[in-house]
């Protein structure tokens, strides 16, 4: 049959079926027009028509793949054309392509918000003409669900420096509302690269429960560790204790110098306090450091015994950084790179206020560090590894 003469059967098809259905008729006519207007796209994308022998061929025909397009008419049922080796998709459905994964990232978007599924149906169908059903938004989380514990359980390389921390999330657990403890790790890598290596929802910070976080990345493949950054916590001091019992820690110093204020025997001394910790950990070098210990001890023995008590007993905690290229220091004394990750956490949390369950935080806490990994990664350079890895090399 020749091009002409299918182009009259189409039309007479056509024609037909508007005498015959009327307004009625227009589904399986539009199904007609899409899957031979597809048939004619894929003989000009291969240069041949069917069973035709010509040198110009780049392809083969390989048969249909049956698709359900929604539109306001219904929905269609089309058999879209394949090729054998060369990419090709009709252009006449792209934009209903474009249009399914702009839907598919908007339920996504509304999950992470923590809209509810009868919510989301009820906002696609106003905002997309067309109905779409609790089913299918469960279809959707699901695949984003595999998709997110992918990134939780991706392998991991080498990390020089590790900060962890945690926040807490209002979520239903056993019939009761609790404050679940979300568990946050990111490293710096050799390229001086941050990037995000973990979350986890807990019942709380106690030890085993970092134990376990800990552990998680060390199986993922993390090695490497030179540093360890955090807060102070007994749960946590713990269990790095017993996972990385080799790795030097430092005390994040803007809340060691935070700490310190609740040591002073009056309000008025408080800031003063805050101010002399501060003032040792902004030193050159660990020799004036230490010096700038002593001098706060000797000023403040008799005026505030309780602070000193605890200064003596904490304040080493906060230098450990001296060890480490002063290029570095500055970004790592505190704990504060991965505080933009709680309040980015908790700023998305605002909408939801309380989770149904683990999962549903969990869903949202991974969407959101998703958005600041790739940020992250593919943003400049953290901090410059040379003056770090430089003396490693030259030892081997």
């Known amino acids: 049959m020749s091009s002409d003469q299918l182009n009259d059967t189409i039309i007479d098809q056509i024609i037909k079926g508007l005498i015959g259905e009327g307004v009625e008729g227009l589904k399986p006519i539009l199904e007609l027009l899409f899957n031979s207007a597809m048939k004619v796209e894929r003989e000009r994308f291969i240069k041949a028509s069917k069973y035709e022998r010509t040198n110009e061929r780049e392809d083969y025909a390989n048969g249909y793949k049956n698709k359900h397009l929604h539109t306001r008419l219904g929905t269609l049922d089309l058999q879209i054309p394949q090729v054998r080796e060369s990419g090709f998709y009709p252009q006449s459905l792209e934009r209903g392509c474009r249009s399914e994964k702009a839907l598919k990232l908007a339920i996504a978007e509304m999950y992470l918000t923590g809209v509810s599924t009868r919510k989301v149906t009820d906002i696609t169908e106003k905002l997309c003409g067309l109905e779409v059903t609790s089913t299918q938004v469960s279809r959707v989380t699901k695949e984003l669900d595999g998709q997110f514990e992918q990134f939780r359980n991706r392998s991991i390389e080498e990390i020089c420096y590790l900060v962890v921390d945690a926040t807490y999330l209002k979520v239903r ?8 403890a979300i568990l946050l790790a990111y490293g710096i890598n050799t390229e001086g690269r941050r990037e995000i290596l973990g979350a986890s929802a807990s019942l709380s910070e106690a030890e085993v429960h970092w134990r376990e976080f800990l552990q998680s990345l060390q199986s993922r493949g993390m090695r490497g560790v030179r540093l360890i950054i955090s807060d102070d916590h007994p749960g946590l001091r713990s269990a790095r204790m017993s996972v990385f019992p080799s790795v030097p820690w430092q005390r994040c110093q803007f809340h060691l110098a935070q700490n310190a204020q609740s040591y002073a ?89 309380l989770f149904p369950n683990t999962a549903s935080a969990l869903r949202l806490i991974t969407g959101v560090i998703i958005e600041i990994h790739e940020e992250w990664i593919t943003g400049q350079k953290y901090l410059n590894m040379e003056p770090l890895l430089k003396p490693c090399c030259k030892d081997e």
């Open 265 to 353: 025997p009056k309000k008025s001394l408080r800031k003063e306090l805050g101010e002399a910790v501060r003032e040792v950990f902004n030193s050159p070098t660990l020799e004036i450091a230490q010096e700038t210990k002593r001098r706060v001890i000797e000023k403040y023995r008799k005026k505030a015994p309780e602070f000193v008590a605890w200064y003596e007993k904490n304040i080493d905690e906060g230098l450990t950084i001296f060890q480490f290229p002063k290029e570095h220091r500055i970004k790592l004394r505190t704990s504060n790179g991965i505080e933009r990750v709680n309040r980015e956490i908790k700023r998305r949390a605002k909408v939801a206020v």
């Open 173 to 180: 657990h056993n019939g009761s509302v609790i404050n679940m």
